[in-house]
């Protein structure tokens, strides 16, 4: 890594190793706001990366306790503080609707802010949930960030959200809810996308001892009010993160162990083992290890609209190896940490691909051009997951020249040491 910059890899022959992942940032995120709204908890091997850290250290800022020893966070007692508290969260749109909500629910005055991209991702359907249900908030004239908040006890009652274009809105207000001294009555209307995570959100909720009803198709929620429970909760490894190392075998062949892994796991995105499947893959499970056998053979087809962050992995297994692949649901790519659909066609077409894409669909009429003996230029846009698709693109490609490769640390902060590790062997399994 040179002055912010990185050399991918190019093509090193067939795989034959194994990749560690971390721990879920998603259940990581959740398990943070359980235990702050239970006023006692212990967060065993939670994911350590920059949007966890950003979120433990805005609750400690609003006035809870909050230890991180190693791989133990332990959660205390929130104190009231007197003066106003500004908690920046970064770049972390879920940390930041997750906290908004939650301080809304107790004592305190508050401002809610992040960075300049931060600043520009939606905000409104949660903010005016939160203001039927009684919460003193103010926001900015397009209803974004930076957001005041007037904290307090809420009684609770019924409210309708129109998510629109993220799930989150609906967690921030169930995470929040066994405060609420009525409890919740959440009504979901209108398009419901990345709908998996709710079976994050109603998992957490019911380990830290919520009493949670929800429909068959989770449109309509009850979440009693009372509380959480004090509990030790461990954190399970994340399929997210797994989709790099599953790519890296569907492009350049041979095989990868992933350990840690749970395959009944209610993480949307272990969905991505059926869609290579259908492609040519093939997959082993023995115990908590995945064993993933590529490469790709056919043309990969899935619609993403319940799992949007397994696009950048698998647009690049689909730029790289077999023409006619058709991904779809991606409508709601613009409102991630970059505009993901626009910044992976402009990396894959500067490689040579040929790609069809619309609003909500990404289709590959030629693959990409692989170079050995040049070194491209493809951009990360600050964006973890276009880094690390980018990292799988170079094994087809060529070495690739990444700019801002230290955006893996959002969500896998050591990323480049254990990627490093597969293509040299280091990681191999017996």
Partial sequence: MVDGRAQLPGPTGVLAGRMPVPPSKSLTNR?????????????????????????????????WSVKWSGKVITIGPMTSVDSLVTVNLGNSGTGARLLLALLASVPGHFIVD?????????????????????????????????????????????????????????????????????????????????????????????DFGAKVERSSDNREWRVAGGGLKRVRWNVEGDWSAAAFPIAAAAVAGGWVVVPGLDRHSAQGDRVICDILAD????????????????????????????RPDAFPALAAVAACRVPGSRLSGLGNLLHKESS??????????????????SDE?????????????????????????????????????????????????KSFPNFWGRWSDLLLGLGRSD
């Avoid at 492609?279 to 899935?302: Q, S």
């Avoid at 493809?378 to 070495?399: K, N, Q």
């Fill in 31 to 63: 398990a943070l706001i359980a235990a702050a709204a239970a006023n006692e908890g212990v967060i065993v091997d939670p994911l350590d990366c920059e949007d966890t850290r950003l979120l433990a250290a805005g609750l400690k800022m609003a006035g």
């Fill in 114 to 206: 992040g960075s300049t991209r931060l600043r520009e991702r939606p905000m409104e359907p949660l903010i005016k949930a939160l203001r039927v249900l009684g919460s003193r908030i103010e926001a900015s004239g397009n209803w974004r960030l930076p957001v005041s908040v007037e904290g307090r006890v809420l009684p609770g009652g019924e409210v309708e959200i129109r998510p629109g274009v993220s799930s989150q809105f609906v967690t921030a207000l169930l995470m929040a809810a066994p405060l609420l001294n009525d409890g919740l009555v959440l009504r979901v209307v209108g398009p419901l996308p990345s709908e998996p995570y709710l079976d994050l959100t109603y998992r957490v909720l019911s």
């Fill in 279 to 306: 492609a040519g893959m093939v997959f082993e499970w023995f115990g908590d290890r995945l064993v993933a056998k590529g490469p790709v053979t056919k043309p990969i087809f899935a619609d993403l609209g319940a």
């Fill in 340 to 357: 993901r659909l626009e910044v992976m066609a402009c990396n894959l077409r500067s490689l040579g691909a040929r790609l069809a894409i």
């Fill in 361 to 409: 669909t990404f289709e590959v009429e030629k693959v990409i051009d692989r170079e050995e003996n040049s070194l491209r230029s493809v951009r990360a846009a600050d964006d973890h997951r276009i880094a690390m698709a980018m990292a799988v693109t170079a094994l087809e490609a060529g070495p690739l020249e990444l700019d801002a490769p230290s955006c893996v640390a």
